[in-house]
């Protein structure tokens, strides 16, 4: 039972290059979520899918899309990266009653 | 969506009772509370969750006052270990069965002295 399971971990990319982050969970849960955690600051939020088939954008969606695949999978992509992208991003999910489980993250550098 | 505000930074020393308190003066009727736990380079982790009045559980308890516009984490007897970051988060469940926008505040920055 490996939870919130994000990769990569750790990406370094150039400015413009795009890349696609990638959430799977194995909790059964409905919603689905994309984080930014910039150093030392606070998540914010991103994307999250309420359910399956369903996205809406979050805090800061811009320079960002997302694709719900199925129930288990909600991948983050980033089509033309800036450093100002560069961040920790965490995936989580939730069930009941709004308790997040999180991903370990995934660790993006953009040059 | 219910704005969350805590103080930015508390600190305190092992063997003391730390309370930290969120404000959440626009809550829904259907939002919970829940508070998280973030060590650095680390996922946020489940702290306590509420709805209503107070909860405990086996590390900390959470005290919410009948109109729920704020909450208070107490902490009892803090070690070293509990030097993180701690935020509240408000959200709920909508009628679809997903839940709605969970937005983070800024989070409070506990330092536990010896």
């Known amino acids: 039972n490996a939870g919130v399971t994000q990769t990569p971990k750790f990406q370094v990319l150039k400015t413009g290059q795009s890349m696609t982050l990638q959430c799977a969970q194995d909790?059964?849960?409905?919603?689905m979520y994309w984080y930014r955690q910039d150093p030392g600051m606070g998540l914010r939020l991103i994307y999250y899918?309420?359910?399956?088939?369903?996205?809406d954008k979050g805090e800061v969606p811009n320079g960002y899309n997302v694709s719900r695949l199925n129930k288990r999978e909600f991948s983050l992509r980033l089509e033309s990266a800036a450093p100002s992208q560069t961040s920790v991003y965490f995936c989580?999910?939730?069930?009941?009653?709004?308790?997040?489980?999180f991903g370990e993250g995934s660790r993006l550098t953009v040059l | 969506l219910a704005k969350t505000t805590q103080p930015i930074s508390m600190d305190s020393y092992e063997g003391q009772e730390v309370n930290i308190t969120c404000s959440h003066n626009?809550?829904?009727?259907?939002?919970?509370i829940t508070w998280y736990q973030q060590f650095p380079s680390q996922g946020p982790r489940f702290i306590i969750q509420?709805?209503?009045t107070k909860v405990t559980n086996e590390v900390a308890s959470l005290f919410i006052p009948a109109d729920r516009k704020s909450s208070t984490l107490s902490l009892p007897r803090v070690s070293l270990s509990d030097t993180a970051v701690y935020y509240c988060?408000?959200?709920?469940?909508?009628?679809?069965?997903?839940?709605?926008?969970?937005?983070f505040g800024a989070g409070t920055r506990l330092a536990v002295h010896p």
């Open positions: 989580a999910t939730t069930v009941g009653s709004g308790e997040l489980f």
């Open positions: 909790m059964n849960h409905n919603s």
């Open positions: 899918s309420a359910s399956e088939g369903t996205t």
């Open positions: 626009n809550i829904a009727t259907n939002d919970y």
């Open positions: 509420g709805y209503k």
């Open positions: 988060l408000v959200g709920g469940l909508m009628f679809s069965g997903g839940y709605n926008k969970l937005i």
